[in-house]
T-cell receptor
Framework: GAVVSQHPSWVICKSGTSVKIECRSL??????MFWYRQFPKQSLMLMATSNEGSKATYEQGVEKDKFLINHASLTLSTLTVTSAHPEDSSFYIC???????????FGSGTRLTVV | DAKTTQPPSMDCAEGRAANLPCNHSTISGNEYVYWYRQIHSQGPQYIIHGLKNNETNEMASLIITEDRKSSTLILPHATLRDTAVYYCIVRLRRDGNKLVFGAGTILRVKS
């Protein structure tokens, strides 16, 4: 079936540094990828939608200059958290939409801790 | 945008059927209902989806009412590993067909 690989699974970084998270569709072409953020005991919150080769569409309240999304190919999207702060600590999850029969496959998530 | 309403939590005995309800009274005619589940600290796992007809796969059954305003996910023989948060989602037909998650139902399967 459709598989989405997300790396790293966890990362710890210092305040002020940037962190890049990768999301790859392994066996299908992902025309659209979605990025979510989840705080403890809360539901997933959609951050942005990206289509291959075009700029991402960000949800209201999400800073596009802080959360840089690149979707340069049909199998790879990246989320870069720039100038990370402790409040950016969260669980980040990607989802890919493409050839699979049910349309949406999620990655395993990345636990970001900013110290 | 179609919104969904689910009970915050449910308990189910191991081996029994788990019936998880979802209300989506504002759903549009061509919007699909999706069910995902999330086990702690993992990405959501697809369960099933449907439009109008009832659906069944190896994991679950999805029963959609005739007016499409509500649906029920059925796990026929719940096991302890089915303990998770279950999300009922209506796929938005505009804005890139994105999936917007609600609060979900915490299902606790107990032995």
């Amino acid at each position: 079936g459709a598989v989405v690989s997300q790396h790293p699974s966890w990362v710890i970084c210092k305040s002020g540094t940037s962190v890049k998270i990768e999301c790859r569709s392994l066996d299908f072409q992902a025309t659209t990828m979605f990025w979510y953020r989840q705080f403890p005991k809360q539901s997933l919150m959609l951050m942005a939608t990206s289509n291959e080769g075009s700029k991402a569409t960000y949800e209201q309240g999400v800073e596009k200059d802080k959360f840089l999304i690149n979707h340069a190919s049909l199998t790879l999207s990246t989320l870069t958290v720039t100038s990370a702060h402790p409040e950016d600590s969260s669980f980040y999850i990607c989802s890919a939409s493409g050839a699979s029969s049910y349309g949406y496959t999620f990655g395993s998530g990345t636990r970001l801790t900013v110290v | 945008d179609a919104k969904t309403t689910q009970p915050p939590s449910m308990d189910c005995a191991e081996g029994r059927a788990a019936n998880l309800p979802c209300n989506h009274s504002t759903i549009s005619g061509n919007e699909y209902v999706y069910w995902y589940r999330q086990i702690h600290s993992q990405g959501p796992q697809y369960i099933i989806h449907g439009l109008k007809n009832n659906e069944t796969n190896e994991m679950a059954s999805l029963i959609i009412t005739e007016d499409r305003k509500s649906s029920t996910l059925i796990l026929p023989h719940a096991t302890l590993r089915d303990t998770a948060v279950y999300y009922c989602i209506v796929r938005l037909r505009r804005d890139g067909n994105k999936l917007v998650f609600g609060a979900g139902t915490i299902l606790r399967v107990k032995s």
